[in-house]
């Protein structure tokens, strides 16, 4: 049972860091630990820790507790671990199964870094065309987009803090869109801006917030809100410092 406590949290870890809702691993690991016959299964989870304790019908009690300081969305990745949730239900695995389960997901397909700067690019640019801008605007975001994906990938791997990476990514988009006026690419930056600011808007971590309070789980569906919405101040106030700089109208 110790060892499939280790195995089984780490899954809860993996779903919880690729964007699972807490309500969801909470629920994945209890029905994990009674399909293995536990007498008692306590969980306790928030965004950033996971406290777990187990009887046994031996009256043992084993308690362990994970910090969980990093967060992406992998939908995927996600899907596969309910799929070995679902699976260790039915099979009751050993540990040693679960854990090469385990290092099979984490070692899955991911996506290369060309096509997300791709996406990035594509996005800001099909943003600024539906807010009303012209195709030069458009392209102008586009290279923007690209550029902004890579100040993302640079900060995750100087600083690894998210709402500080917003805020660069916002300040250096803004930068650019103001230094593309300047320069005679654009008529405005007004449609440029808002382009490359919709691709870092926490749209899938606001409505993660607002699942886990619709489901009663208040303190991480809180937790989740507050983050969303100190987010989104940070990138207001990226764009807020270069158009005070410049002298642009706010």
Same mark, same amino acid.
């Given at each position: 049972m110790e060892k499939l406590l280790d195995c089984v949290m780490d899954i809860g870890e993996q779903m919880l860091v690729s964007g699972g809702e807490v309500h969801r691993v909470e629920d994945s690991l209890k029905r994990i630990f009674s399909a293995y016959g536990a007498k008692r299964i306590d969980v306790f989870i928030i965004t950033s820790s996971m406290v777990v304790t187990i009887h046994t019908d031996d009256n043992r009690i084993f308690t362990q507790t994970r910090r969980v300081t990093d967060y992406t969305t992998d939908y995927e990745?996600?899907?596969?671990?309910?799929?070995?949730?679902?699976?260790?239900?039915?099979?009751?695995?050993?540990?040693?199964?679960?854990?090469?389960?385990?290092?099979?997901?984490?070692?899955?397909?991911?996506?290369?870094?060309?096509?997300?700067?791709?996406? #990035?690019?594509?996005?800001?640019?099909? *943003?600024? =065309? *539906? *807010?009303?801008?012209? #195709?030069?605007?458009?392209?102008?975001?586009?290279?923007?987009?690209?550029?902004?994906?890579?100040? !993302?990938?640079?900060?995750?791997k100087a600083v690894r803090n998210k709402i500080f990476t917003k805020f660069i990514s916002s300040f250096a988009a803004t930068l650019l869109a103001f230094l593309a006026l300047k320069l005679?690419? !654009?008529?405005?930056?007004?449609?440029?801006?808002?382009?490359?600011?919709?691709?870092? !808007?926490?749209?899938?971590?606001?409505?993660? +917030?607002?699942?886990?309070? =619709?489901?009663?789980?208040?303190?991480?569906?809180?937790?989740?809100?507050?983050?969303?919405? !100190?987010?989104?101040?940070?990138?207001?106030?990226?764009? *807020?410092?270069?158009?005070?700089?410049?002298?642009? +109208?706010?």
């Open positions: 990745k996600l899907h596969r671990l309910n799929e070995l949730s679902r699976n260790i239900c039915a099979h009751r695995l050993s540990a040693a199964e679960i854990k090469t389960r385990l290092s099979e997901i984490s070692a899955g397909r991911t996506y290369p870094l060309w096509l997300e700067f791709l996406c #990035y690019a594509t996005i800001a640019g099909a *943003f600024t =065309l *539906f *807010f009303g801008g012209g #195709y030069g605007e458009a392209a102008v975001s586009f290279l923007i987009g690209g550029f902004v994906r890579c100040i !993302i990938f640079l900060c995750d005679g690419f !654009i008529p405005t930056v007004d449609k440029v801006i808002i382009g490359n600011i919709m691709t870092l !808007i926490p749209g899938i971590g606001l409505t993660t +917030a607002l699942k886990d309070l =619709l489901v009663g789980d208040s303190i991480a569906g809180m937790l989740r809100t507050i983050e969303a919405c !100190i987010t989104a101040l940070a990138i207001a106030a990226g764009y *807020f410092v270069i158009a005070v700089l410049s002298g642009g +109208a706010i």
